[in-house]
């Protein structure tokens, strides 16, 4: 029971801000196709600077208004070729304090992922299929927080909207790999690549959930979206989820991205 609920309680991290590199930079030309605006928003929402740092509070909201609060670290670094590997290191609440989460990703092949347990002292490896569940009981997924393979969908240039007070291009990306959503809508903000709104359709065709930045906030020069929600709208279950004491570029060593480290998180790192 307790591996389930620590296995379920991973689905909920949300999101980061894939294609590590260089620093974001706005284009100095606007892209002029659907491959290269979703290209523009994985570098720009999930590989800004070479490396990340940040505090992260997620609020899980159930219909009739009960919460759950999850505060984690989430460390990011950004490798050669493309690669990247995520840090998650869980503070709260007491349940879960302790635990922690590795994600090394490559380009074109699925992402490695472990989780240790400290209530069982165990290290357990997770199996490429759970990238589309719940990121620990969240409405985000594990491709929210480290992103999907931009080759994974078929994109589509719908035309330009303005859309939350921006001017926007409208993207619709079809699965063409296991998903949650068989469809998927994006509202992307012209002047900074970043999702302002996504709206996520099941086989059916029914909408079932919508992402929306709340608040968008310049950190060393790179556009960041610091407070974001994931919203079930079958259910009216949502996640809120803020961003806090955001760094970038601060140098975070390669070697903690690393099995060891789950057993003995990096201190300097995650206090």
């Not at 979206?225 to 760094?247: G, L, P, S, Y």
Request: glycine content about 8%; charged content about 30%.
């Amino acid at each position: 029971m307790r591996i389930r609920l620590a296995l379920c309680f991973i689905g909920l991290v949300l999101v980061w801000p894939v294609l590590p590199g260089e620093p974001h930079r706005l284009q100095a030309q606007a892209p002029t196709g659907a491959d290269e605006i979703v290209a523009r928003v994985q570098q720009a929402f999930y590989s800004p600077g070479r490396d990340m740092k940040a505090r992260v509070t997620m609020t899980l909201i159930s219909a009739g208004g009960d919460k759950r609060l999850r505060d984690l670290t989430m460390l990011r670094r950004n490798g050669a070729g493309g690669e990247q590997q995520y840090f998650i290191y869980f503070h709260q609440p007491g349940d879960v304090r302790g635990m922690t989460f590795l994600v090394l990703k490559y380009p074109r092949r699925d992402d490695d992922r472990w989780l240790f347990m400290p209530a069982l002292n165990l290290v357990r490896r997770l199996a490429a299929r759970d990238s589309a569940q719940s990121f620990v009981g969240s409405d985000f997924t594990y491709e929210h927080v480290s992103g999907r393979d931009p080759e994974s969908d078929r994109h589509t240039l719908r035309g330009e909207e303005q859309r939350r007070g921006k001017a926007c291009y409208v993207v619709e990306s079809q699965a063409q790999a296991a998903a949650e959503y068989s469809r998927k809508v994006a509202w992307i903000d012209k002047a900074t690549g970043l999702p302002i709104e996504e709206e996520y359709y099941d086989v059916r065709g029914e909408l079932f959930k919508v992402f929306t930045a709340e608040e968008v906030r310049d950190v060393g020069g790179y556009p960041t979206i610091t407070k974001r929600t994931m919203k079930n709208v079958k259910t009216n279950h949502r996640t809120d989820v803020v961003f806090a004491d955001v760094a970038y570029d601060v140098g975070i060593d390669a070697e903690i991205f690393s099995e060891r480290y789950l057993r003995e998180p990096p201190r300097r790192w995650i206090q």
